[in-house]
């Protein structure tokens, strides 16, 4: 399945008509230990570059944004329960929400991994 | 991914200073953030595990951004209780306190250490403070005070159950101090000054040095199995759960000691006789309480409530959020803020407000984890 990046270190995995969202190791290198999400409720609306979730590591509070435009279909009830998730595995078990996804096209603006890669290298 | 704690763009921009470790830190894999203007260590392998770290074993903290004075000349005694209300008269050699820097009206300026030096006494004030804290003691003190500003000095400060033990085998005098004692002693030729103090609740050193010797000293404590050294983003978990302020947080020049429950820095004779800035007020507060009070809060759930947010009672805002983050050791959300006195008793329940959001916080007894100083030798 194909997956693209945003330059806001977030990740996007397409299936069909649905987009997992999470963020990326190197994201989650940078914040440090987690202890808290919050993942949008199912139903809410985002638009490209609006606020969808939050990231709490010990120290702050970071804003995930919407890689896309689409509707939720469902947060990760499992980042609840254990926030560290977000950590060991942010590109795996650790995804922040999934979504609908309402302009396709929009990916063509997002990078892929290896775009990411030398993105990151670059920083 | 965006850090909501934005930098203030108004800020003026002055050019970041580096420390004298600067080097040493990159080198051990720190990350350096920018810090009461300096480059400083936030973490090294993370937040979590250097904070449980220093509870377990022993913590090395740069706190050379801080500022270490010196106070001489006849009638420094009387000089200095013209500005903090502790009873530096009956501050024996050896032996140092923890005192408020007050404005004219009694509002906290600073907070700091007062160490009587025997010739002298030794002063560590915030570093991001610590400018205006020499400008205000220069402008204040009699003609005849000398002040030193000792900018030649480094501060490292070693914390943690095993941090005496550590320290003795470079520095056998620290294993005679005990919690809130000064003595001078030697290392490899140089002169440096250790005190049993801290600010993370557990045992543990300040040790002042100079800069040439940091780099040797800081590397001979670290070559020991239970060292390691620890940023600024556990110094500030550590603190919180101490119960401890951060000048700049939890206090600033609106608070006075005794909203600040700070009431144990006004010492007994200074009560008795005044004559401290802003003693009316104070003395007043103390007699017939303050109007609000800083408290700690436990946090329901998971979700950090942080400096800034606003507290309720039921429907009305009563107070704000000056310290807040997740507690490593606690294993949940702690905060500390001011609420009315009425409000200030252990177990009163309140809310505060996190993005829009109600989150239900309980009035705390501080510390969080218990104080591990030692105060007696051999204890």
Redesign the interface.
């Given at each position: 399945m194909p997956r693209f990046y945003t330059e806001e270190h977030e990740w996007v995995e397409v299936d069909g008509e649905i987009a997992t969202v999470g963020i990326t190791d190197f994201a989650q290198g940078q914040l440090g230990d987690i202890v808290f999400v919050e993942v949008p409720d199912t139903g809410v609306e985002l638009t490209k570059g609006g606020d969808a979730a939050v990231v709490e590591s010990v120290k702050a509070a970071s804003d995930i944004y919407a890689p896309v435009d689409g509707t939720v279909t469902e947060g990760n009830s499992a980042l609840e329960e254990d926030p560290a998730l977000a950590n060991s595995d942010p590109e795996g078990e650790g995804w922040f929400f999934r979504m609908t996804l309402s302009d396709k096209a929009q990916l063509d603006g997002l990078m892929d991994s290896k775009g990411y890669k030398a993105y990151c290298d670059a920083l | 991914?965006?850090?909501?704690?934005d930098m203030d763009e108004g800020a003026v921009a002055i050019e970041t200073a580096t420390l004298p470790l600067d080097a040493w830190h990159r080198a051990k894999g720190a990350r350096m953030v920018e810090f009461a203007g300096y480059w400083m260590p936030?973490?090294y392998e993370?937040?979590?595990?250097e904070?449980l770290w220093t509870r377990e074993n022993a913590g090395l903290f740069d706190v050379s951004h801080m500022g270490q004075l010196n106070l001489s000349g006849d009638g420094v005694v009387e000089a200095l209780e013209a500005l903090v209300p502790g009873d530096i008269a009956g501050l024996k050699p050896g032996r140092m306190r923890y005192s408020l820097l007050l404005a004219e009206d009694g509002g906290i300026l600073d907070d700091l250490m007062i160490t009587n030096e025997g010739d002298r006494f030794g002063i560590v004030v915030n570093g991001a403070v610590k400018w205006d804290d020499i400008a205000h003691l220069r402008e204040h003190l009699p003609d005849q005070i000398t002040l030193n500003h000792l900018d030649e000095q480094g501060l490292l400060a070693l914390q943690g159950p095993k941090a005496a033990e550590a320290l003795t085998t470079l520095v056998p005098a620290a294993a005679d101090l005990v919690f809130m004692q000064f003595v001078r002693a030697t290392w490899q030729g140089h002169e440096i000054g250790l005190s049993r103090s801290g600010y993370t609740g557990e045992d543990g050193f300040e040790i002042s040095l100079p800069h040439a010797a940091l780099p040797a000293f800081a590397d001979a404590l670290c070559a020991m199995e239970a060292v390691k050294p620890i940023g600024l983003?556990a110094r500030?978990?550590l603190r919180l759960e101490a119960g401890l302020p951060l000048y700049g947080h939890d206090l600033d020049p609106a608070i006075d000691p005794v909203e600040g429950d700070l009431g144990f820095a006004i010492s007994k004779r200074r009560r008795e006789e005044g004559g401290f800035p802003g003693a009316a007020r104070i003395l007043g507060h103390l007699a017939d309480g303050a109007p609000r009070k800083r408290v700690g809060l436990s946090v329901d759930g998971?979700?950090?409530v942080?400096e800034g947010a606003k507290i309720f009672d039921g429907e009305e805002e009563v107070g704000v959020i000056t310290s807040g983050?997740?507690a490593?050791s606690v294993g949940a959300?702690i905060a500390m803020g001011y609420v009315p006195t009425g409000l200030s008793e252990v177990g009163t329940a309140l809310a505060a407000e996190v993005?829009g959001k109600r989150v239900a916080v309980t009035v705390a007894s501080t510390p969080f984890v218990p104080h591990k100083y030692v105060r007696k030798t051999g204890a």
């Amino acid at each position: 399945m194909p997956r693209f990046y945003t330059e806001e270190h977030e990740w996007v995995e397409v299936d069909g008509e649905i987009a997992t969202v999470g963020i990326t190791d190197f994201a989650q290198g940078q914040l440090g230990d987690i202890v808290f999400v919050e993942v949008p409720d199912t139903g809410v609306e985002l638009t490209k570059g609006g606020d969808a979730a939050v990231v709490e590591s010990v120290k702050a509070a970071s804003d995930i944004y919407a890689p896309v435009d689409g509707t939720v279909t469902e947060g990760n009830s499992a980042l609840e329960e254990d926030p560290a998730l977000a950590n060991s595995d942010p590109e795996g078990e650790g995804w922040f929400f999934r979504m609908t996804l309402s302009d396709k096209a929009q990916l063509d603006g997002l990078m892929d991994s290896k775009g990411y890669k030398a993105y990151c290298d670059a920083l | 991914m965006s850090d909501t704690e934005d930098m203030d763009e108004g800020a003026v921009a002055i050019e970041t200073a580096t420390l004298p470790l600067d080097a040493w830190h990159r080198a051990k894999g720190a990350r350096m953030v920018e810090f009461a203007g300096y480059w400083m260590p936030i973490q090294y392998e993370g937040i979590m595990a250097e904070h449980l770290w220093t509870r377990e074993n022993a913590g090395l903290f740069d706190v050379s951004h801080m500022g270490q004075l010196n106070l001489s000349g006849d009638g420094v005694v009387e000089a200095l209780e013209a500005l903090v209300p502790g009873d530096i008269a009956g501050l024996k050699p050896g032996r140092m306190r923890y005192s408020l820097l007050l404005a004219e009206d009694g509002g906290i300026l600073d907070d700091l250490m007062i160490t009587n030096e025997g010739d002298r006494f030794g002063i560590v004030v915030n570093g991001a403070v610590k400018w205006d804290d020499i400008a205000h003691l220069r402008e204040h003190l009699p003609d005849q005070i000398t002040l030193n500003h000792l900018d030649e000095q480094g501060l490292l400060a070693l914390q943690g159950p095993k941090a005496a033990e550590a320290l003795t085998t470079l520095v056998p005098a620290a294993a005679d101090l005990v919690f809130m004692q000064f003595v001078r002693a030697t290392w490899q030729g140089h002169e440096i000054g250790l005190s049993r103090s801290g600010y993370t609740g557990e045992d543990g050193f300040e040790i002042s040095l100079p800069h040439a010797a940091l780099p040797a000293f800081a590397d001979a404590l670290c070559a020991m199995e239970a060292v390691k050294p620890i940023g600024l983003g556990a110094r500030d978990s550590l603190r919180l759960e101490a119960g401890l302020p951060l000048y700049g947080h939890d206090l600033d020049p609106a608070i006075d000691p005794v909203e600040g429950d700070l009431g144990f820095a006004i010492s007994k004779r200074r009560r008795e006789e005044g004559g401290f800035p802003g003693a009316a007020r104070i003395l007043g507060h103390l007699a017939d309480g303050a109007p609000r009070k800083r408290v700690g809060l436990s946090v329901d759930g998971k979700m950090p409530v942080r400096e800034g947010a606003k507290i309720f009672d039921g429907e009305e805002e009563v107070g704000v959020i000056t310290s807040g983050g997740f507690a490593p050791s606690v294993g949940a959300p702690i905060a500390m803020g001011y609420v009315p006195t009425g409000l200030s008793e252990v177990g009163t329940a309140l809310a505060a407000e996190v993005r829009g959001k109600r989150v239900a916080v309980t009035v705390a007894s501080t510390p969080f984890v218990p104080h591990k100083y030692v105060r007696k030798t051999g204890a």
